[in-house]
């Protein structure tokens, strides 16, 4: 064996020395528990006596009417949210990205701001703002904008839109941030080209900004759609997953059938299957969107 | 050209008001930890003498103290293990790269699509048979928040990008100095990679901070509450005393908000530089 053997077998040994203690850590906190969800999946009883029940809870899940709301109800988050927040983000930075606009650093301060907030609590914030006697009502209505206080928590209807309106807040800022560090790394000779062949700022839009920030599009939406379909604390806070379940998340039930009825942990964790399957479809749909516009 | 003036003025108008949303809550919020309850109920918003009186129902009624001290043990740790683990092999991944490693590392990525929804029954009940055999890190312990955040994906991502930027002179220059390979790592590379530790540091601690589902399993007496926990018991009275609950938010919401302001640059650097 020669000194150059060795000592490559001496690096490679150091190589696995430096990422030992991720590599565990990461398997036995994400991927051991993966494994024993999926196992999970197929036993049935409560709480920690558990046994094998072949497939009765994939069969329980294609009947669970409560399960079919929380999906319907994550999806309407989903479907809203994150196109709206997207395109928002999108719309800010690019006015933001003008460096002849005052008061820049300012506008990109505010906006960025509500990221510091915990969850928790812009949800309890955002609670009160939104309650009946609360300041969203008080100033809608000081405004004439509508005569009676909307029932933003205990409507069906607007306690999904509150949970939307809140999550939009939170995030928008975040995502804005990509898309204008993107955008400063954009030639500004592109647009000069483009407005002396008569392109209006439309234009520019659709044909240089979008196409050239697809990467970091398609990373925050993939990332706000991951988010979006594990929301918890939001609906924890806020809406508690009511008025009925009009609220109520994937995540929320989950939750709810393992720590809050009595625990049926077989039946939650295939529930969160659901969810890992969801991710996985949509992250292959948007990466193909994605690929099929670039060839197009 | 009075196009452009329109548009000129739709854009600060346009933002100031996205703005005005922006800032709303955070304005509210502050001026509503100065009054009293009632006044918040009618809607006051300029600051009132109250604090002092919320400050001290909140001490009283709460364990708030209790609450930022576990916060406070919680996130430091977790922020320490979890950069010096994500650290470790994010260099370990980059400067000894092999395809074999290149696999690992790919595989370890993979984690990041995992929902938490989807393994924290599985985690909750493994904590449960810890209890059974180590209680000190089983359910109700600090150690059982800590354990699950330390190694993640995103750290070790974040710090193999950024080591290819380390110069690999220094390496060289460090094993002709006669260090050790991790006496390397922790003497040159540590030292020079101040500003990717400094990101990772506010990104990890913030999280941590303000993490709240699994704790909420996991911690299950009163004397264990981290502050989003508290915050949220708070919220949920049927009787809100809306200054106290306030109080409360503006206290747990300085920390993250002082680190930010701090560390503003660092940490948008460092956000945008781990997708780049």
């Given at each position: 064996m020669?000194?150059?053997?060795s000592?490559?077998?001496k690096?490679?040994l150091?190589?696995?020395?430096?990422?030992?203690?991720?590599?565990?850590?990461?398997?036995a906190?994400?991927f051991?528990?993966?494994?024993?969800?999926?196992?999970?999946s197929f036993?049935?009883?409560?709480?920690?006596?558990?046994?094998?029940?072949g497939?009765?809870?994939?069969?329980r899940?294609?009947?669970?009417?409560?399960?079919?709301?929380?999906l319907?109800n994550?999806?309407?988050?989903?479907?809203?949210?994150?196109?709206?927040?997207?395109?928002?983000?999108?719309?800010?930075?690019?006015?933001?990205?003008?460096s002849?606009?005052r008061?820049?650093?300012?506008?990109?301060?505010?906006?960025?701001?509500?990221?510091?907030?915990?969850?928790?609590?812009?949800?309890?914030?955002?609670?009160?703002?939104?309650?009946?006697?609360?300041?969203?009502?008080?100033f809608l209505m000081?405004?004439?904008?509508i005569?009676?206080p909307?029932?933003?928590?205990?409507?069906?209807?607007?306690?999904?839109i509150?949970i939307?309106?809140?999550v939009?807040?939170r995030?928008?800022?975040?995502?804005?941030?990509?898309?204008?560090?993107?955008?400063?790394?954009?030639?500004?000779?592109?647009?000069?080209?483009?407005?002396?062949?008569?392109a209006n700022?439309?234009?520019?839009?659709?044909?240089?900004?979008?196409?050239?920030?697809?990467?970091?599009?398609?990373?925050?939406?993939?990332?706000?759609?991951?988010?979006t379909?594990?929301?918890?604390?939001e609906?924890?806070?806020?809406?508690?997953?009511?008025?009925g379940?009009?609220?109520m998340?994937?995540?929320?039930?989950?939750?709810n059938?393992?720590?809050?009825?009595?625990?049926?942990f077989?039946?939650?964790?295939t529930?969160?299957?659901s969810?890992?399957?969801l991710?996985?479809?949509?992250?292959?749909?948007?990466?193909?969107?994605?690929?099929?516009?670039?060839?197009g | 050209?009075?196009k452009?003036?329109?548009?000129r003025?739709?854009?600060?108008?346009?933002?100031t008001?996205?703005?005005f949303?922006?800032?709303?809550?955070?304005?509210?919020?502050?001026?509503?930890?100065?009054?009293?309850?009632?006044d918040v109920?009618?809607?006051?918003?300029l600051?009132?003498?109250?604090?002092?009186?919320?400050?001290?129902?909140?001490?009283?009624?709460?364990?708030l103290?209790?609450?930022?001290?576990?916060?406070?043990i919680?996130?430091?740790?977790s922020?320490?293990?979890?950069?010096?683990?994500?650290?470790?092999?994010?260099?370990?991944f980059?400067?000894?790269?092999?395809?074999?490693?290149?696999?690992?590392?790919?595989?370890?990525?993979l984690?990041?699509?995992?929902?938490f929804?989807?393994?924290?029954?599985?985690?909750y009940?493994?904590?449960?048979?810890i209890?059974g055999?180590?209680?000190?890190?089983?359910i109700?312990?600090?150690?059982a928040?800590?354990?699950?955040?330390?190694?993640t994906?995103f750290?070790?991502?974040?710090?193999?990008?950024?080591?290819?930027?380390?110069?690999k002179d220094?390496?060289?220059?460090?094993?002709?100095?006669?260090?050790?390979?991790?006496?390397?790592f922790?003497k040159?590379?540590?030292?020079t990679?101040k500003t990717?530790?400094?990101?990772?540091?506010?990104?990890?601690?913030?999280?941590?901070?303000n993490?709240?589902?699994?704790?909420?399993?996991?911690?299950?007496?009163p004397?264990?509450?981290?502050?989003?926990?508290?915050?949220?018991?708070?919220?949920?009275g049927?009787?809100?005393?809306?200054g106290?609950?306030?109080?409360?938010?503006v206290?747990?919401?300085?920390?993250?908000?002082?680190?930010f302001?701090i560390?503003?640059?660092h940490?948008?650097?460092?956000m945008?530089?781990?997708?780049?």
């Amino acid at each position: 064996m020669n000194t150059g053997d060795s000592l490559q077998k001496k690096n490679n040994l150091t190589g696995w020395a430096f990422v030992l203690l991720a590599v565990v850590g990461i398997v036995a906190f994400y991927f051991y528990p993966m494994i024993q969800a999926l196992l999970l999946s197929f036993k049935s009883g409560v709480g920690a006596n558990l046994e094998f029940s072949g497939l009765s809870n994939y069969k329980r899940l294609l009947v669970d009417t409560t399960f079919r709301t929380a999906l319907s109800n994550t999806f309407i988050y989903l479907i809203i949210q994150v196109p709206v927040m997207i395109i928002l983000g999108l719309f800010i930075s690019v006015l933001l990205n003008d460096s002849t606009l005052r008061f820049r650093s300012f506008f990109r301060t505010a906006i960025f701001l509500p990221c510091v907030t915990s969850l928790v609590a812009y949800s309890v914030v955002f609670k009160y703002l939104f309650a009946p006697d609360g300041m969203v009502n008080q100033f809608l209505m000081g405004l004439h904008i509508i005569g009676d206080p909307i029932q933003w928590i205990t409507d069906p209807f607007w306690a999904k839109i509150t949970i939307i309106i809140a999550v939009t807040w939170r995030w928008t800022g975040y995502n804005m941030i990509f898309y204008l560090s993107s955008l400063q790394n954009i030639d500004q000779s592109i647009y000069e080209a483009a407005r002396i062949d008569g392109a209006n700022a439309f234009t520019q839009f659709f044909k240089i900004t979008v196409p050239l920030l697809k990467p970091i599009i398609l990373f925050t939406s993939i990332t706000s759609t991951i988010g979006t379909l594990q929301i918890f604390d939001e609906i924890m806070n806020i809406t508690k997953g009511g008025p009925g379940n009009a609220t109520m998340s994937i995540s929320q039930y989950i939750y709810n059938l393992s720590f809050k009825y009595s625990p049926d942990f077989g039946y939650a964790a295939t529930v969160s299957y659901s969810i890992v399957i969801l991710i996985i479809v949509l992250s292959i749909i948007q990466f193909k969107v994605a690929g099929d516009n670039k060839n197009g | 050209m009075a196009k452009a003036k329109a548009k000129r003025i739709f854009t600060y108008v346009f933002l100031t008001i996205v703005a005005f949303v922006s800032i709303f809550p955070f304005f509210w919020m502050l001026v509503s930890s100065t009054n009293a309850s009632v006044d918040v109920t009618k809607g006051r918003l300029l600051p009132g003498s109250a604090f002092i009186d919320n400050f001290n129902k909140l001490i009283d009624s709460t364990n708030l103290v209790q609450a930022l001290g576990n916060s406070a043990i919680i996130s430091v740790i977790s922020t320490l293990l979890a950069l010096f683990i994500g650290s470790m092999a994010g260099y370990g991944f980059e400067v000894y790269r092999t395809k074999s490693r290149d696999v690992v590392f790919n595989i370890l990525l993979l984690s990041m699509m995992i929902p938490f929804a989807a393994i924290m029954v599985p985690l909750y009940r493994m904590f449960a048979t810890i209890s059974g055999v180590a209680p000190v890190i089983g359910i109700n312990t600090m150690a059982a928040v800590i354990l699950p955040t330390i190694a993640t994906a995103f750290l070790i991502f974040f710090f193999r990008q950024n080591t290819k930027m380390f110069p690999k002179d220094l390496l060289e220059a460090g094993r002709i100095d006669g260090l050790s390979e991790l006496g390397i790592f922790l003497k040159i590379y540590m030292p020079t990679m101040k500003t990717t530790y400094a990101a990772a540091a506010i990104i990890t601690f913030m999280s941590s901070w303000n993490n709240y589902l699994w704790p909420l399993i996991v911690l299950q007496t009163p004397d264990q509450q981290t502050i989003p926990l508290l915050i949220s018991n708070l919220g949920a009275g049927y009787s809100p005393d809306y200054g106290v609950i306030m109080t409360a938010i503006v206290i747990a919401t300085l920390p993250t908000a002082i680190v930010f302001f701090i560390m503003q640059k660092h940490f948008v650097a460092g956000m945008v530089g781990s997708v780049k």
